[in-house]
């Protein structure tokens, strides 16, 4: 049997996605910059699909930026809120995606910008009286609060619309790469009061390379891409109409089955939980998988074994895509740093399984019986 758990570094695409996506291949080729009626055809269908994202965020169509994806997102808020915003502090936590956490201390090296980060609870949530301190302390800076709604490696959330009112009462600009969560929970930017958020449609059954930034209507920020007028003069380069197209289309997808798709993952995601501790005596949890917590990931702590080096690869081998950390660092061998920072114990191994609508209990009940011919018995 083949399982894919690996949802958090990307998900399948949809196959309405896929189907969306044909017809644009075949008959949408016209430049949409262009003034033919070949370029009109594809600035329609963009500006199009530009409004229905809008939607589903209640957002105004001119607050979004189509992008190559979450990262390029970040770094488009990061440095343009320091070069067009007159930013001169940085407010983040040492488990943020990297796009954000060296983005903020390349900028801080290269322009001398002051970088704060917030501290954690044992379970890793973030300290929001730590966050309250930092911007009291530097009331005299303009600052700039980079947040992830929900973290990629543990799950855990923010609360988000608490966050973003106090980063409000100190007059602070708010961040939040919304990049797992974005689809997986409903967002109205209104009731917020969001700054900026950012999005990747890969995570969510949409296709890789494409994403988008929300900027408030009331903030202008220079682009860090130029060549062109292109996304309201903000992200030059000939649109991706196949991408952008796609991640419409799915987002249609997970906001119309959005309700069946969090009771189902949730289901498999508490079952699992529930079985693991019944299998493996001492195994933990990495974050708080039963808390205020990602429905679609649960990062599992395993005791010592014989074959602790070897994890991955054993799971590998009997079919199953798991993840030891974020995909995004992979190659890397200093271990993760989200774990590293919440003071996981980086000698025992850690595997984060990450689930979609595509999963079934026939695939977990295989996962752990997998589970249960490499642990039990086995510890050291």
């Known amino acids: 049997m083949k399982v894919y758990l690996d949802n958090a570094a990307t998900t399948p695409m949809d196959k309405e996605v896929i189907e969306a996506i044909i017809p644009i291949m075949e008959n949408n080729f016209g430049n949409p910059s262009s003034i033919h009626s ?25 607050e979004i930026v189509f992008t190559g994806g979450g990262t390029e997102a970040d770094n488009m808020v990061l440095r343009g809120a320091v070069d067009d915003l007159g930013v001169n502090h940085i407010i983040t936590s040492k488990i943020e995606h990297h796009a954000v956490i060296d983005t903020a201390e390349i900028i801080g ?7 704060s980060f917030v501290s954690f609870d044992k379970k890793g949530y973030v300290d929001v009286a730590s966050l309250e301190t930092l911007l009291e302390e530097n009331k005299d800076k303009k600052t700039l609060v980079s947040l992830m709604h929900a973290n990629n490696e543990i799950g855990n959330k923010i609360p988000l619309k608490k966050v973003i009112d106090i980063c409000k009462s100190y007059g602070a600009y708010f961040h939040s790469d919304t990049v797992q969560t974005m689809c997986h929970y409903k967002f109205d930017v209104r009731e917020l009061g969001i700054d900026f958020l950012t999005c990747s449609a890969h995570k969510f059954h949409g296709p890789k390379g494409i994403g988008f930034l929300y900027i408030n209507e009331n903030i202008q920020l220079k682009p860090i891409i130029t060549g062109g007028a292109q996304e309201r003069n903000v992200r030059a380069g000939t649109e991706n109409i196949i991408g952008i197209v ?51 990931v649960l990062n599992a702590q ?22 030891g950390g974020s995909a995004c660092s992979s190659g890397s061998n200093v271990g993760s740093h989200v774990l590293r920072n919440i003071g996981a114990d980086m000698t025992k191994p850690s595997i984060r399984f990450s689930f979609s609508k595509y999963n079934t209990k026939e695939e977990i009940d295989y996962t752990l019986s997998v589970v249960e011919a490499l642990f039990v018995a086995k510890t050291v």
Do not use: C
Request: no cysteine.
């Open 302 to 323: 395993f005791p010592n074994s014989d074959m602790d080096e070897m994890l991955l690869y054993n799971f590998d081998i009997e079919g199953i895509a798991v993840s």
């Open 109 to 115: 090296d290269q322009k001398n910008i002051k970088v």
């Open 38 to 62: 070949f370029g009109r055809s594809s600035r329609a269908i963009i500006e199009k699909s530009r409004k229905k994202v809008a939607g589903y965020i209640n957002a105004a169509p001119g």
């Open 246 to 296: 796609g991640l419409t289309k799915a987002m249609e997808v997970a906001y119309r089955d959005l309700k069946e798709h969090q009771d189902h993952v949730q289901g498999i995601k508490t079952y699992m939980i529930e079985r693991l501790e019944d299998l493996i005596p001492g195994i933990t949890f990495n974050g708080d998988p039963k808390g205020d917590s990602l429905y679609t």
